[in-house]
């Protein structure tokens, strides 16, 4: 497994625990918002300090134990790993909670750690509305090759799947939201609230327009907090509790 970085300690990325959280290496996806960039491009991490090994890893998890709760996995993506499941097992049997951050584009391998019960959280990303999917994960920037997204309009039919997934797997999990204007507008949010209708939560997270993949973004101004909170209340039509982000 390749990591690209450790969080020693987090209270705010696994709600409700004291966490640590594991960057892995690569993504399927090239959304020009992204400020993981350096974990993003395989290339790109390799020249970047804050890769540590997996033995290292695991040594800092036994250091670990009885002080944290869990760990979170994030990326990148970590479901385009083929030894994602093999990873967490190796976690589990150290006895933490697991958290799970996923941008939905595997549902093979979702479903897979679900049924294996190796995930106690599971936050996903939902990038925009239907109808913006294909441009909010970066076809214009960095054309999807990968086997586990293939073109765009499968992708979007297996994050749909995922969003299913998620809402009916008994874990407890949320879904996210970056509002980044221009790709997430009033009528965007309308139709997410529509697609997610009846799920347990959702966060809208605050647009940075700092160090992001996509140069370009660097130039769009973040909404107004008014605004998100508009947002907040379109949303809370439809899903059953509602968190606004910095």
Not at 21 to 46: K, Y
Not at 150 to 156: C, L, N, W
Not at 230 to 246: G, Q
Request: neutral net charge.
């Amino acid at each position: 497994m390749k990591i690209g970085g450790l969080q020693k300690l987090t209270l705010v990325d696994y709600p409700g625990k004291v966490a640590a959280t594991v960057f892995l290496i690569g993504c399927n996806f090239r959304c020009g918002f992204c400020q993981n960039l350096d974990i993003v491009d395989p290339e790109r991490a390799e020249r970047v300090e804050g890769q540590i090994s997996e033995s290292d890893f695991f040594k800092f998890l036994d250091s670990k134990i009885g002080l944290i709760d869990g760990i979170c996995i994030t990326g990148g993506e970590p479901t385009i790993n083929a030894d994602l499941e093999d990873f967490i097992k190796k976690i589990k049997v150290k006895e933490f909670l697991i958290k799970l951050d996923s941008n939905g584009s595997n549902p093979e391998m979702l479903e897979r750690l679900i049924r294996e019960k190796l995930l106690d959280f599971i936050a996903m990303d939902v990038k925009t509305s239907p109808e913006k999917y294909k441009e909010a994960i970066g076809e214009k920037i960095h054309p999807i090759k990968s086997r586990e997204a293939g073109s765009p309009e499968a992708t979007f039919n297996r994050v749909k799947q995922s969003v299913d997934l998620i809402k009916n797997s008994g874990i407890d999990y949320e879904f996210r939201t970056t509002v980044v204007p221009g790709l997430v507008e009033k009528d965007d949010i309308e139709k997410i609230g529509q697609w997610l209708q009846g799920a347990k939560k959702i966060a809208l997270q605050q647009f940075q327009n700092k160090k992001v993949l996509d140069k370009e973004f660097e130039k769009v101004l973040p909404y107004p907090d008014e605004t998100l909170k508009k947002f907040k209340k379109i949303l809370e039509k439809y899903i059953e509790r509602v968190e606004l982000r910095a």
